[in-house]
């Protein structure tokens, strides 16, 4: 108990960062600790406790990222066939946005289009941007989370910015 106490906020930290979803990162959360937990016998002090709980978390984030889009392929399929069959199609509630809705608003919109443009970058990049950037970890720390040679993590890092740079461009209005 006393790990997912010291640990938990962060863990939820990076995978809400990586997944863009409360709910979805929750679930990591516990997956995580219950990882930990049975496995915690296979934990050798080579590397620091956080940074071994930080690889399961992310490991775990990848694998809640790659079941959310084939359930996302299976919903289309099944919104698709109720279309075809004339079938009225749900739609969400509406947001109540607060007490500056424009504000509000511009702030969401910005935040999809980020996790978007982030979510489309290659697994590999967004792992290593998420940690750098999102995350502040070292490239130190993070070569020994991702078992990488630091060179590839600036390589993959470089790549990744100038990948979201190029991909976030058209979005850039000249000043």
Known sequence: MELMRRYKSRVFAAAYRYL???EDAADVVQEVFVKVYRHIGSYSARAKLYTWIYRIAVNT???KLRSRKRRGEEMAESLEKLKEEG???PV?????PGPNPLETLERKELAS???KKLDALPEHYRMVFVLRELQQFSYQEIAEMTDLPIGTVKSRLNKARRSLRDMLAPYLAPA
Do not use: K
């Open 113 to 115: 289009l980020l996790q």
């Open 61 to 63: 984030s990848v694998n």
């Open 92 to 96: 969400a509630a509406g947001v109540n």
């Open 20 to 22: 863009g979803n409360y």
């Open 87 to 89: 079938m009225p199609v």
